[in-house]
C-alpha cells in the first residue's frame, strides 16, 4: 500500500529533509490520496524501481509553497492557470512536466434540479482560488447565471460581474468548502475530486464546461516540479507510469464519473499555455 502522509503546512515548512534525500524516496503532494489509483500508481511506480509517498495536502493553497521550500518533489493536483497564477503571485518558476487530464467543471445544487429553478437573487458558492474562480464565472455565464464585463476568461473576478445583468448573487469559498455551503445557497460550483466525497454524483450536474474544448487546455491538470527538476529523467518516467498504466488510467476515469478526458499533451504546450496564462496575468497588474 502507498505511503501516505497527512502533513500541515507549518510541519513541512519546519525544517524536514527533502525527499531526494538517502532513501530515495519521492514525495508527490496531492489532494487527493484517498482515491484508489493512487495506491494503484505507487505499485506501479514500485515495479519500476521508483519508491514514491504520497504526501496529501488538506487545501490547495498548501502544495505548491511546499514544493517550492523542497519539502516534495512534485505536486499533482493542479491546472496550468492555477499553477502560472502562484507562480506570477509568489515570483516563482514552478513548472509543468506532465499532463493528467482535463475535468469539467460543474454546477451543483441539493434544492433545484435545473438551472430554470434558481431564482432571481439567490446565491450560488464557487471555489475562491483566482483560476478555479475564473472557470466557474465562465460556467454560471454559460448557464445564464450571471453576465460578465469582461466577456469571461482566465482572468475574471468577481468584480468583473454585472450585478444588475445577472439573476444571483455569487459568494467565494476555500474549494473544499463549496459543497458543505450547499444547503445555505442555491447552488455551488465543485471542483472534481470533492463531488464523490461529497456524495454528489457527477450526473447530478445542472451545468458544466467541456473539458475537450479546445480552449480548455489552460484547465489541464498537471504534474509540476521546481524548474531546476524539470529535465528529472525519475520525474519524468513518474510522469509516463501516470499516463501509460492501463489501470492508473482506469482510476483516474472512475473516480471523476467517466467525466475526465485523458491527456497525454506534449510538454512543451503545456509550458507554452503556461507561459501564456503567465503573461496574460502579469499584463493584468
Given at each position: 500500500m502507498a505511503a501516505l502522509a497527512v502533513v500541515p503546512l507549518a510541519a513541512l515548512l519546519a525544517g524536514c529533509t527533502g525527499a531526494a534525500g538517502a532513501d530515495?524516496?519521492?514525495?508527490?503532494?496531492?489532494?487527493d490520496a484517498s482515491e484508489p489509483y493512487w495506491e494503484v500508481y505507487t505499485e506501479a511506480a514500485a515495479e519500476a524501481g521508483i519508491t514514491v509517498e504520497l504526501v496529501n495536502f488538506a487545501t490547495y493553497e498548501q502544495p505548491n509553497p511546499a514544493?517550492?521550500?523542497?519539502?516534495?518533489?512534485?505536486?499533482?493536483?493542479?491546472t496550468i492557470v492555477y499553477l502560472a497564477n502562484y507562480n506570477v503571485a509568489s515570483s516563482q518558476d514552478l513548472t509543468t512536466i506532465g499532463a493528467t487530464a482535463i475535468y469539467p467543471l460543474g454546477l451543483y445544487s441539493?434544492?433545484?434540479?435545473?438551472?430554470?429553478?434558481?431564482?432571481?437573487?439567490?446565491?450560488?458558492?464557487i471555489p475562491n482560488d483566482q483560476s478555479n474562480m475564473a472557470r466557474a464565472l465562465v460556467v454560471l455565464q454559460s448557464a445564464g447565471l450571471i453576465e460578465l464585463t469582461d466577456g469571461g476568461s482566465i482572468s475574471s473576478s468577481l468584480d468583473d460581474i454585472d450585478t444588475d445583468a445577472s439573476k444571483v448573487t455569487v459568494t467565494a469559498l476555500e474549494a473544499s468548502l463549496t459543497t458543505?455551503?450547499?444547503?445555505?445557497?442555491?447552488?455551488?460550483?465543485?471542483?472534481?475530486?470533492f463531488v464523490g466525497k461529497a456524495g454528489l454524483s457527477f450526473a447530478d450536474a445542472l451545468a458544466q464546461d467541456d473539458p475537450a474544448d479546445a480552449k480548455s487546455v489552460p484547465y489541464a491538470n498537471v504534474?509540476?516540479?521546481?524548474?531546476?527538476?524539470?529535465?528529472?529523467?525519475?520525474?519524468?518516467?513518474?510522469?509516463?507510469?501516470?499516463?501509460?498504466?492501463?489501470?492508473?488510467?482506469?482510476?483516474?476515469?472512475?473516480?471523476?464519473?467517466?467525466?475526465?478526458?485523458?491527456?497525454?499533451?506534449p510538454v512543451s504546450a503545456l509550458e507554452a499555455s503556461r507561459a501564456e496564462v503567465e503573461a496574460d496575468t502579469k499584463s493584468q497588474q
Open positions: 530515495d524516496v519521492v514525495k508527490i503532494g496531492v489532494v514544493l517550492t521550500a523542497g519539502e516534495v518533489d512534485l505536486n499533482q493536483f493542479q441539493s434544492q433545484y434540479d435545473s438551472v430554470d429553478e434558481i431564482q432571481q437573487g439567490d446565491t450560488v458558492a458543505t455551503s450547499l444547503p445555505d445557497v442555491a447552488a455551488a460550483i465543485v471542483n472534481n475530486e504534474f509540476a516540479v521546481r524548474a531546476e527538476d524539470k529535465d528529472n529523467e525519475t520525474y519524468k518516467k513518474l510522469v509516463e507510469i501516470y499516463q501509460t498504466t492501463t489501470a492508473v488510467q482506469d482510476g483516474v476515469l472512475e473516480a471523476s464519473g467517466d467525466t475526465a478526458v485523458l491527456l497525454t499533451t
